[in-house]
């Protein structure tokens, strides 16, 4: 931790020699001079970025596999002096009784909050996409999960979801289907966390799949509907192929967003009962937050996990991408 | 009455002494450049002397900041306050002891004590110069490692169970009957078939709901070094019974103390399971509320988890502080000291016998509280240290596991079992 603020000390006095040099032979100077000159000027001009990723990219990463090869005990982590331990905490992980069930979890909450956000994003932006009276408001309308802060709306779903106060059973019970322990049932309580997710992330898909619908152009529709095409050919045969863009990057970024979701998960089970609401991302944060006892190394060694998880989506991304421009 | 003057006339003197070295050191501080700088920022010190505690609600210029400095002003030295929440403070805590920048005294909540014990970044008492003899051994026990004392309480709370007397009276119960397991459950089949719902309590998946099952826990005779004995199934059977039947509803898995305490001010539950910090809103509920002690299986009060902080001291490059620091220690654990700290904190229990008498004079209607308290056991004592977090959170899992069905409490406990096995090991 203490070596961000200095890293920002020397990067910057550094980033200020290279300005201070490159400003000094301003004046009349020899030619053979200016390629050097140049370069400073190069460097100082890129030194912020570089600086900013150093300290706000590089080093964390750098820091989370430091701290997932050592074994970080609390009294190590503050006489520093945290033993080398190769990959037995990944080993460790791995072997843990928790590690398939939240492997599962992830898969499960990532892929079906994903199909569904998806899904009914491209709904509602194709419904919107005519544009009738009051579809602006309601358009807004459906940013509002967006917009609520994380804890509100969380708490809100678990409050709702209460087996025996919460609103969602006495509806039901009103219709005569018996309590169903939503939040404390392990049967229920991934399906819980997802259907909150879901709710979450369709604004995200919706704002950006509706843009995306802007940009084909009209003329399309026009010729497709002399040609007698119905409402179902025109989606499946010029909305969703030149969607495919946006539709390839908007999963992508709600693969890694839900990849990485604690807070609602936290807030409504805190990943349980027992273990039957964890998700990888909830069990390294319960391992360095979650009890009495920070454990980093391990939680470091889980985030990495996930990190490797995400990259081998963005590769797959990458690659699907380069196929399409090369077809 | 003399003890006050000679302790004002320390403080003076002290305040003097302070300010002829910081003189003395700016004045050289030209002259001989290295180590004329050490003295002056030395003598600077040692006029201050820096204060964490977890109460951030408690601002300057309240009753409990004006105390802190009094305490201060009598050691002859200014104490610079910083209030954390109580999870930031551990963090912060570890954080300036990983830059030798420890604060003079931290108020630390009790289970984290051996945490950072286990660090390295306290002294002991003995070392400190403060003698602990007055304080009582259970409370105290969780703040020994080896036999060395890293810090003193300066209060103790600890869980009963709240009743709700109407519907106690509506049902027929008697709350002095509830003595064992038995009758509890017996007074709970009562209210349920007058209507009312029983008990609720927290189950949630983090340390409270550990805090919570404990009394059961040990009421049973359970020990945490072995989760899987015959008693730790008993106690977890016993919730398992409750929710079963319907005595209590399902939600506490996912309960906190704070909801179970709403879920009991609306008036529908007959028992609640909380602690000493709700006696204020009990006493402001709607309808008459009561407390009796957590039983043991077989009658008795069970030894409940003791709550509360402790005052602990982080080593310090220059050890001519703890002076002053075991000073402005032994002057917040005077007594009347620790009566004031038990009403400025909504009853906080004495942990010395002498402090317990006076706040009984006080309130006798704390009388249950201080008993329990007498009872109460530390989570981290017997020698468990920092195991202690590692075994709770694999002791809360298993409640979650066999409460919600996901398991049987006997394969929920055996799971446990192994998993603390393995991390402590």
Known sequence: ???????????????????????????????????????????????????????????????????????????????????????????????????????????????????????????????????????????????????????????????????????????????????????????????????????????????????????????????????????????????????????????????????????????????????????????????????????????AAVGNLLILIALVFGFVYLYLQRRQEES | MTRHLTSRRAGVLGLTAAVLVGTAACGSSGSTEPSGDGTGSDAGASGTYTWWDPYPQHTDGSDWADRVAVCGEEAGVTIERTAYDTTALTNQALLSAQEGTSPDIILLDNPAVSTL????????????????????????????????????????????????????????????????????????????????????????????????????????GADLRELDSPEALAAVELWKGWLDEGYAPNSVINNSQNTTWEEFLTGEFAFVENGTWQVNSAAEADFEVGIVQIPAQDGGGAPAPTGGEFIVAPVQGDEARYDVTSQIVECMTTPDGLVETATTFAYYIPPTEEGQEALLEASPELEPWVEAVGDARGRTSDDLGTDYPVISEQLWTAVQNALSGAMTPQEALEQAQQNAEAATS
């Open chain 2, 117 to 220: 014990a286990e660090t390295g970044m306290l002294t002991t008492m003995d070392e400190l110069g403060f003698d602990t003899a007055a304080f009582d051994e259970n409370l105290l026990a969780a703040g020994v490692m080896d036999g060395a004392a890293y810090g003193i309480p300066i209060g103790a709370n600890t869980l009963a169970l709240y009743y709700n007397q109407a519907i106690l009276d509506e049902a027929g119960v008697d709350p002095a009957s509830i003595t064992d397991w038995a009758s509890l459950t017996g007074a709970l089949e009562q209210v349920d078939a007058a209507g009312s719902r029983g008990i609720t309590f927290a189950g949630i998946g983090t340390e409270e709901g550990s805090f919570q099952f404990l009394p059961w826990f040990w009421g049973a």
């Open chain 1, 1 to 299: 931790m203490t070596s961000s603020p200095a890293a920002v000390g020397t990067a910057s006095s550094a980033a200020g020699v290279a300005a201070r040099r490159s400003a000094a032979p301003a004046g009349p100077r020899p030619p053979r001079r200016s390629t050097p000159s140049t370069q400073w000027a190069a460097v100082a001009f890129a030194a912020p970025l570089i600086v900013y990723l150093v300290v706000f990219y590089a080093y964390p990463l750098f820091r989370n596999i430091e701290l997932s090869v050592h074994d970080y005990t609390i009294r190590a982590f503050v006489q520093g002096d945290a033993e080398f331990i190769g990959f037995e905490k990944y080993a460790d992980v791995f072997a843990s009784s928790a590690f398939p069930t939240a492997l599962v979890n992830t898969a499960l909450f990532t892929f079906v909050s994903i199909a569904f956000q998806y899904t009914i994003g491209l709904a509602l932006a194709v419904f919107f996409q005519k544009s009738f009276r009051l579809s602006g408001v309601l358009r807004g309308m459906f940013l509002v999960p967006w917009l609520l802060p994380l804890i509100v709306s969380a708490s809100t779903w678990s409050w709702m979801l209460n087996s025996d106060s919460g609103i969602i059973n006495s509806v039901l019970q009103s219709f005569g289907i018996g309590q169903i322990n939503w939040l404390t049932s392990p049967d229920f309580a991934l399906t819980s966390v997802i259907i909150a997710n879901i709710w979450l992330g369709i604004p995200f898909n919706l704002v950006i799949l509706y843009s995306g619908l802007q940009n084909i152009p009209g003329e399309l529709y026009e010729a497709a509907s002399l040609d007698g095409a119905t409402g179902w050919q025109q989606f499946w045969r010029i909305t969703f192929p030149l969607l495919r863009p946006v539709s390839a990057i908007t999963i992508l970024l709600g693969l890694i967003y839900t990849l990485k979701v604690v807070d609602v998960i936290w807030i409504m089970t805190t990943g349980g009962p027992g273990n039957v609401s964890t998700t990888l991302a909830v069990w390294s944060y319960r391992e360095a937050f979650g009890t009495g006892q920070p454990a980093f190394s391990p939680a």
